[in-house]
């Protein structure tokens, strides 16, 4: 179901000692993202260049990434852009506190929007739209920057951590209509048949079961399904949606496509690999600001060797 002011009411549980170290943790984050941004953005290297020394299992699984989506690149090339990559991720923690602790006015001035109109056209003719993105490393910010501009729906992962799953739905009611579970799916039907607007991540890894394999940088990765069958089940329109720290945090570009057309085709296999293609050519100027941490090709084909 959506989040509802009784899911996002303050529990005294919360306050058990075992959430210490999270409010600890939250308190820090929220001094931290009172810095000026440019010393954000220096905190935020720092801390990927710390993560991309100490956090070894994630770096093993980027270089895997990397290594196998961009294979002509020298052994040289590939690491530094493992090391960009945390550096990218870094700076999105101190993003993504702006957008959960922080009211995101103070960077509306740092935002460029195009493609917005398209998303409005598609409402006013009676049809919702499924902004269909991915994981690039400013997900968190750029939906709270959009949000003004925007009246719109955002999908969530649910924590089993009971205070880090208050936060996240607390934080993200501030700036979106609905707050929807991962795997409520008759809600967000509901939303795109009502005419609203959901932002959607397409490439995370989950089983076969919901997914079929199509080709990312070349490589089989399991692709989700519920793209291609969400905006049939709806009629909603798909536009695809591609955000970007440009010049180091200097300004936030954001763009959605023109409506997909043919889409969905009929194929499932080939509109996984549609949305494959869309995020690989949005990474084209900024590969480094992709959740390259994340374990993508997990699931291997029937008869494939593990990738990790």
């Not at 935002?111 to 968190?140: C, N, P, W, Y």
Request: hydrophobic letters at 40%.
């Amino acid at each position: 179901m959506a989040t509802s002011r009784t899911e996002q009411a303050f529990r005294p549980a919360l306050l058990h000692p075992r959430y210490w170290g999270i409010w600890a943790g939250l308190g820090l984050l929220w001094l931290l993202v009172r810095l000026p941004h440019r010393s954000q953005m220096q905190l935020g290297r720092w801390l990927g260049l710390s993560l991309y020394r100490l956090a070894r299992n994630r770096r093993q699984v980027t270089e895997t990434n990397i290594r196998l989506c961009f294979p002509a690149r020298s052994a040289a090339a590939q690491q530094a852009l493992v090391r960009d990559s945390f550096i990218s991720y870094g700076r999105s923690i101190l993003e993504s506190g702006n957008a959960l602790l922080r009211d995101t006015r103070h960077l509306q001035a740092r935002t460029r929007v195009t493609g917005v109109e398209h998303i409005k056209a598609a409402q006013a003719a009676g049809r919702g739209v499924l902004m269909v993105g991915a994981h690039f490393s400013t997900i968190d910010l750029v939906g709270a920057l959009i949000s003004p501009q925007l009246d719109m729906d955002v999908i969530y992962r649910n924590s089993p951590n009971a205070l880090f799953d208050w936060f996240i739905r607390r934080s993200r009611g501030r700036h979106f209509g609905n707050v929807w579970r991962k795997d409520d799916i008759r809600g967000i039907i509901r939303a795109l048949r009502n005419g609203r607007a959901v932002w959607y991540a397409a490439d995370q890894n989950y089983s076969a079961k919901y997914s079929v394999f199509a080709p990312f940088f070349d490589i089989p990765a399991a692709t989700i399904k519920g793209t291609s069958r969400l905006v049939e089940m709806t009629g909603a329109a798909a536009v695809f949606c591609s955000h970007f720290r440009i010049n180091d945090g200097e300004y936030y570009e954001i763009h959605a496509s023109t409506v997909l057309d043919n889409f969905p085709s009929g194929d499932e296999a080939t509109d996984a690999r549609r949305i494959n293609q869309l995020i690989e050519a949005a990474l084209e100027e900024h590969p480094e600001q992709y959740l390259w941490q994340h374990r993508r090709f997990k699931s291997r084909p029937p008869g494939e060797p593990p990738v990790y």
